[in-house]
């Protein structure tokens, strides 16, 4: 997943996906689930959680993530935009001929095909 985002729009980018998460608490593991669609670096991913958490987006306990702002939703009809091209998913890899994107204020996050786009910002 090559990417050439620098390091803070890296961990501006997955702050950004942690707001929006809905849920007011969600595991660890689904929130470092989430987190590897914009980095696998396992430093830029604790960078995210430690950004997030100095910034009041979330707080951590032991294997539990709660959010402290409520969540706001990305919202499919004006957030998400398809593509059409010849793709890899950023989740699992999967050729993909349609592209989700996640446009955020800090930038766009994808490809995704549409069921990872979903559990990237847990709609499943």
Known sequence: MPTD????????????????????????????????????????????????????VIDREGATVRTRRGGSFVRFDSQVLTREGEFSCRRCG????????????????GPFGSSCVRKVLGRE
């Open 94 to 109: 999967t050729g993909i001929t349609t592209g989700h994107f996640v446009r955020f204020g800090t930038g766009e996050l």
């Open 5 to 56: 985002r620098t390091r803070t729009e890296t961990v501006e980018l997955g702050v950004e996906l942690l707001e929006h998460v809905e849920d007011d608490e969600l595991p660890l593991a689904e929130a470092m689930d989430r987190i590897e669609a914009v980095t696998t670096s396992p430093t830029l991913a604790r960078d995210i959680l430690d950004a997030a958490e100095d910034r009041g």
